[in-house]
């Protein structure tokens, strides 16, 4: 049996919420209300949309506010560096609990940076920002856990500010070491790697070096930084660490990450990843929860924007019987090419965080990855970090592993929650002490699947396909049911498919009555195409409705279920809509998810008698997937899973809904 223990950290919070903060960064508010310097339409939008999140923030009701910097988009030489900084008070007048900034590169001054023709911070310039926002630097105590807020322009700088904020910083950190801090930086430190070359998005060394072995060696919980528009998540040694999107736009020299075409204003309004944070500071850990404000404005004089879409987070998520394929890369690391704006002189390298992303606005805990992530460093690190906050990967892979394989195997063990072996059934008699041995030496759960190579199509004559198929089939239930009882402790889980015209809720009520009689635990990986690979299923729509119908299967049965499709498969072999778009934005197959998952709680919910996919728990309520507001019976309570708008009797939205009852 391995006996190496995982090398991650638990980052799952433990105990009640203490209080929230509101985390909000980039509003890059201009000196006009409908005018910006930059040429891009999106920056001209900056101050109604910040109204817009700032209105959302008083409904969320922090006990306070951290801006991460950028408040304005005119840097400190320009003469309206006043008039938006005015604007910008007069914005954040609104918000009902305390706001405390960070000082960002449009605030005080570029960090140093040879290239660019903005100023660089200096101390005319960090006069100017006090004079119009108050301190650069300082800590605020709240509930004995301490906000330490950093002027990232100034490292590297050589200016007298530079050292005097360095004593202040290590003075504090060794004089609170051991009680929980958080970290707020406009600057990142990096991107996607700590040794990474500098550029205008991060900190350059020596600078970079000197703040890391301060989060080292204190262990702030979190440090949270802003700047590149995007979203990243990383660990510093035992401090996770968030770099995240904006209110305003997009920094779309990034779309680079995305195999699809730029979008709205070449990517830069992608408005589907421009929003805020809410951190809850649980007793022990935290959650930081990311809210998409899809670009929405408020303009001046209207009340109050919708409340925020309430979203799970798979930091708390309790249901780990949902796994998703994940057969495009989920870690994958690209060049940004030079864009002759904020860099010309190199490339730079991005890790995609969306998928990551993506799963925990759903609460989805499982990940089903191919050995190959294992194999590799950089994205077995990525696991390790997943796991940390709650994932669980099933691993897969054909046949028995080699040498490399099973020792890979037996190392990281602790990363894989089940080991998928697909094998030819005919094989698997003689692979039998193989398979004992791989089990003994991992200690890991094995789950059996199958390949079939025959295409009856050889035989018939009719049209011929290089298909693969993998997967056990409900008729092979009692086989395998006997292959357990003649070789008991061997395998502990059995993989089944079904195709798009299989029933999820039907075949998973069957499995769950194998697992009864077999002992084994069924998986139902359950497809959205059918045989043709030529054959296109594109309806967001209809998919969403299979991918609920598959969870409350799961939930209902208790089996444990995998979707084949995150993001769109839209090109190749087997097109069909995904949970998510290439730009890894919400399909409603993926709001439709996240509401299930808010929906079903901690609630014991079992399956209710018929062929129609329904759940009841035990106060007798039954929660049902529709497909339209218009379908709906009379009585209970609709969800809207895009706006999270409740209702009853009329008024539902005619897309899919969840409705309790």
Not at 46 to 66: C, E, K, L, T, W
Not at 276 to 281: K, N, W
Not at 282 to 294: D, I, K, L, P, Q
Not at 373 to 397: I, K, N, P, S, W
Request: proline share 6%; net charge negative.
């Amino acid at each position: 049996m391995a006996t190496r223990a995982p090398s991650f950290q638990n980052k799952r919070p433990d105990g009640p919420i203490l209080f929230r903060v509101s985390i909000v960064s980039d509003t890059h508010v201009n000196e006009k209300e409908d005018f910006s310097a930059s040429p891009y339409p999106a920056n001209a939008e900056a101050n109604p949309r910040a109204r817009h999140v700032f209105s959302q923030i008083n409904r969320v009701d922090p006990a306070f506010i951290i801006h991460l910097g950028d408040m304005i988009n005119p840097v400190p030489e320009l003469p309206s560096y006043g008039p938006a900084a005015e604007n910008f008070h007069d914005l954040a007048k609104e918000l009902r609990a305390p706001l405390h900034l960070v000082p960002g590169n449009h605030d005080i001054g570029d960090k140093p940076v040879s290239w660019m023709p903005a100023g660089m911070v200096n101390g005319e310039f960090i006069a100017l920002y006090r004079q119009h926002f108050g301190k650069d630097y300082y800590a605020i105590t709240h509930e004995d856990c301490h906000f330490i807020v950093i002027n990232s322009p100034l490292i590297n700088s050589g200016d007298p500010a530079e050292a005097q904020q360095a004593a202040w910083l290590e003075g504090y950190m060794q004089e609170h070491s051991g009680a929980r801090m958080f970290l707020f930086s406009h600057y990142p430190p990096y991107i996607t790697r700590q040794d990474e070359p500098g550029s205008y998005d991060n900190i350059d060394e020596p600078g970079r070096g000197w703040m890391l072995d301060l989060i080292r060696t204190h262990k702030p919980e979190a440090l949270f930084s802003a700047h590149v528009h995007n979203f990243w998540y990383d660990l510093i040694g035992e401090t996770e660490y968030y770099v995240t999107p904006s209110t305003c736009f997009v920094r779309h020299d990034y779309s680079e990450m995305y195999r699809i075409e730029g979008g709205d204003q070449k990517g830069r309004n992608d408005a589907a990843k421009l929003g805020f944070l809410t951190l809850d500071v649980h007793e022990t850990g935290h959650v930081a929860r990311y809210h998409r404000s899809n670009g929405a404005t408020l303009a001046e004089g209207d009340e109050k924007a919708p409340d925020i879409v309430a979203r799970p987070h798979v930091k708390t998520a309790l249901r780990a019987g949902i796994a998703v394929d994940m057969r495009h890369a989920w870690a994958e690391e690209l060049s940004v090419a030079p864009s002759g704006a904020v860099d010309e002189f190199r490339r730079k390298i991005a890790r995609n965080d969306y998928p990551v992303m993506a799963l925990w606005e759903m609460g989805l805990r499982g990940l089903r990855v191919p050995v190959q992530d294992l194999a590799d460093a950089t994205t077995r690190r990525r696991m390790e970090l997943m796991c940390g906050v709650g994932h669980r990967f099933q691993v897969y892979l054909y046949g028995m592993p080699n040498p490399a394989e099973a020792a890979l195997l037996k190392d990281h063990a602790g990363l894989i929650a089940r080991l998928e072996l697909v094998l030819g059934w005919n094989d698997v008699a003689g692979l039998i002490p193989d398979i004992k041995a791989l089990k003994s030496d991992t200690g890991v759960s094995l789950c059996l699947s199958r390949v079939n190579r025959t295409d009856a199509a050889k035989h018939t004559g009719a049209r011929f396909n290089h298909l693969i198929s993998h997967g056990f089939t409900l008729g092979e239930m009692d086989e395998l049911s006997a292959f357990a009882a003649q070789n008991p402790g061997l395998i502990d889980a059995v993989q089944f498919t079904i195709s798009r015209s299989a029933s999820p809720w039907v075949t998973a009520r069957a499995l769950g009555e194998f697992a009864s009689a077999s002992g084994l635990a069924p998986v139902l990986y359950v497809k959205s195409t059918e045989a043709s690979p030529a054959e296109e299923f594109g309806d967001a729509t209809a998919n969403a409705l299979r991918f609920g119908e598959t969870v409350l299967a799961g939930v209902g049965h208790g089996v444990d279920v995998v979707l084949d499709t995150l993001d769109d498969a839209d090109r190749g072999y087997f097109t069909r809509a995904g949970l998510v778009d290439r730009r890894f934005n919400p399909r409603i197959g993926s709001e439709l998810i996240s509401t299930l998952m808010l929906a079903l709680g901690a609630d014991d919910w079992h399956a209710q008698d018929g062929d129609t996919p329904a759940l009841r728990n035990a106060a007798g309520q039954v929660l049902r997937v529709f497909a339209s507001g218009a379908d709906l019976p009379k009585g209970g309570e609709w969800i809207c899973p895009k706006t999270g708008a409740r209702g009853t009797g009329t008024g539902a939205p005619a897309h899919p809904v969840v409705h309790i009852a």
